[in-house]
């Protein structure tokens, strides 16, 4: 079956603008994950959707959002960009139920932005 | 509650052995690992549910001292193709997302 995939996976924005990133997990799987990479830190979690609703959120500002479709499919928002927003940021999606795999990430290739 | 892993990097030539250890301040319900080769996304390895537990893929292999809050990623023999950086990451609590861990840089020369 497809991976994940995430669009777009490279883009340029300036201070003070905002980006939408876009994330279309395993077919059959309603959790979607959004973390963000960079040197210093590793993966921060971002937030976690699940049906549509957001059950679990990290340590990030408000500017910091997301949403997610019926379809699964999930969007992060990230406004009033700064220098410091530069990374790869990087969905995840898991089916839940029982057994071990279900807990496990498939990650996709990410969204890598760079903000001037 | 972020997992510490060490070292942060490690150099290592082909056919020599590695360990990267995790470990947490508080409770590990299970702990993943996971690796990210050069400019792709991270992959799982493993997954280990329960104290005293290993696992092993292949020359990976990995085991879990719950008592200890720690777990520990044994790679040997390497090979050029496990170089990336590994990561563990651990649930805060039941089935909820993973906090992971800065990342351990690993180089495998010829």
């Known amino acids: 079956k497809a991976g994940v995939t995430q669009t777009p996976r490279y883009l340029i924005k300036t201070r003070g603008q905002q980006v939408t990133l876009s994330c279309s997990p395993i077919s059959g799987h309603r959790s979607v994950s959004w973390y963000q990479q960079t040197p210093g830190q590793g993966l921060q979690f971002l937030f976690e959707y699940f049906s549509e609703t957001q059950r679990n959120k990290g340590n990030f500002p408000g500017r910091f959002s997301g949403r997610q479709f019926s379809n699964s499919r999930s969007e992060m928002n990230v406004s009033t960009l700064e220098l410091g927003d530069s990374a790869l940021y990087l969905c995840?999606?898991?089916?839940?139920?029982?057994?071990?795999?279900?807990?496990?990430?498939?990650f996709g290739a990410g969204s890598r932005l760079t903000v001037l | 509650q972020q997992p510490v892993q060490s070292p942060q990097a490690v150099i290592l030539r082909e056919g020599e052995d590695a360990v990267i250890n995790c470990s947490s301040s508080?409770?590990?319900?299970?702990v993943h690992w996971y690796r990210q080769k050069h400019g792709e996304a991270p992959v799982f390895l493993m997954i280990l549910l329960k104290g005293g537990e290993q696992k092993g893929h292949d020359k990976i292999s990995a085991s879990f001292n719950e008592k200890k809050q720690q777990s520990s990623l044994y790679l040997t023999a390497s090979q050029l193709s496990y170089s990336g950086t590994y990561f563990c990451?651990?649930?805060?609590?039941?089935?909820?997302?993973?906090?992971f861990g800065k990342g351990t840089r690993l180089s495998v020369i010829a």
């Open positions: 995840a999606s898991r089916g839940l139920g029982q057994g071990s795999g279900a807990n496990v990430l498939t």
């Open positions: 508080k409770a590990l319900y299970s």
């Open positions: 990451g651990t649930p805060p609590a039941g089935n909820t997302p993973l906090v």
